[in-house]
Nanobody, 124 residues
Framework: QVQALESGGGSVQAGGSLILSCGIS????????MGWFRQAPGKDREGVAC???????RYSRFAEGRFIISDADDRRTLVLQMSSLQPDDTAVYYC??????????????????WGRGTQVTVTA
């Protein structure tokens, strides 16, 4: 079983920055991919960024240039650095693990293990 626990959410003013972290525990394959997703009220869950075993990275268009995904602690920590935040970034942010991955993809259906999410609120 794989467990993912997000932290770092909160309220920030528009234009500000925030760093989210996710601690990952349990057993996962060497080839696992990890990603960040978000869901705003009334909207579908969408991919933000992912990072694969070979440290290839994929960003959604809204995230590219503003967000940075990285891992640390032998892939036991997943980090999302967010800058230039705007109210449309308000959402619950989730980290997830795809334990059957080769190259990471930003598709929710590919990820087997999910954290509970952390709320990010961007105020004007």
């Amino acid at each position: 079983q794989v467990q993912a626990l997000e932290s770092g959410g909160g309220s920030v003013q528009a234009g500000g920055s925030l760093i989210l972290s996710c601690g990952i525990s349990g057993n996962f394959r060497q080839t696992a991919s990890m990603g960040w997703f978000r869901q705003a009220p009334g909207k579908d869950r969408e991919g933000v960024a992912c990072i694969g075993e070979a440290h290839e990275i994929r960003y959604s268009r809204f995230a590219e240039g503003r967000f940075i995904i990285s891992d640390a602690d032998d892939r036991r920590t997943l980090v999302l650095q967010m800058s230039s935040l705007q109210p449309d970034d308000t959402a619950v942010y989730y980290c997830a693990v795809d334990d059957s991955a080769g190259v990471c993809v930003l598709s929710t259906g590919n990820y087997e293990y999910w954290g509970r999410g952390t709320q990010v609120t961007v105020t004007a």
